[in-house]
T-cell receptor, first 114, second 109 residues
Framework: IAGITQAPTSQILAAGRRMTLRCTQD?????MYWYRQDLGLGLRLIHY???????GKGEVPDGYSVSRANTDDFPLTLASAVPSQTSVYFC?????????????FGNGTRLTVT | GQNIDQPTEMTATEGAIVQINCTYQ??????LFWYQQHAGEAPTFLSY??LDGLEEKGRFSSFLSRSKGYSYLLLKELQMKDSASYLC??????????WGAGTKLIIKP
């Protein structure tokens, strides 16, 4: 079934530890995104990639890094986790950035930093 | 600054009609999306408006007025499964998506 797969589904992480959230899509979409969703706030963009080999910073990029080595994979890394990074993280993709193609979302990773 | 306003929560009765409003102030406008998000799940696409007027899709319709910076999502013949959060998102002049905080819709029997 075509779509986006995120892993892990949930994780409890000690502060200061490094963590990579995985995201893979099989729809051959050019654009991919990482969002965090916190109660009472809209989805906030962390990083994005318009095409393989390129990445850009979103609204809240500090403490996070991404890479886009190929079309399908877009991992998000927390170099040294802090409690304020406790959130639900969604990976998404679209055919391309900058048109009316809707976003397709993965099922999310619920991360708790203690 | 850029801002999307939606009511935090609404309650409606099964079988009724509900209108969820979204007002926006953004740097430019290149379209508006509505997404549905059930609790604990991912958002899923409902509708897209870029021109003024009403777009109908089954029980759901979405309306846009660009001059007023206003959109609404109309849900008819409400079903219990429509209990979810509804997210409004605007595409700004840089083709970035600006998201509202979402409206939690509670359906009562």
């Amino acid at each position: 079934i075509a779509g986006i797969t995120q892993a892990p589904t949930s994780q409890i992480l000690a502060a200061g530890r490094r963590m990579t959230l995985r995201c893979t899509q099989d729809m051959r979409h050019n654009a991919m995104y990482w969002y965090r969703q916190d109660l009472g706030l809209g989805l906030r963009l962390i990083h994005y990639s318009n095409t393989a080999g390129t990445t850009g910073k979103g609204e809240v990029p500090d403490g996070y890094s991404v890479s886009r080595a190929n079309t399908d994979d877009f991992p998000l890394t927390l170099a040294s986790a802090v409690p304020s990074q406790t959130s639900v993280y969604f990976c998404a993709s679209s055919v391309r950035q900058g048109d009316n193609s809707p976003l397709h979302f993965g099922n999310g990773t619920r991360l708790t930093v203690t | 600054g850029q801002n999307i306003d939606q009511p935090t929560e609404m309650t409606a009765t099964e079988g009724a009609i509900v209108q969820i409003n979204c007002t926006y102030q953004t740097s430019g406008f290149n379209g508006l999306f509505w997404y549905q998000q059930h609790a604990g799940e991912a958002p899923t696409f409902l509708s897209y408006n870029v021109l003024d007027g009403l777009e109908e899709k089954g029980r759901f319709s979405s309306f846009l007025s660009r001059s007023k910076g206003y959109s609404y999502l109309l849900l008819k013949e409400l079903q219990m499964k429509d209990s979810a959060s509804y997210l409004c998102a605007v595409v700004d002049s840089n083709y970035q998506l600006i998201w509202g905080a979402g409206t939690k819709l509670i359906i009562k029997p």
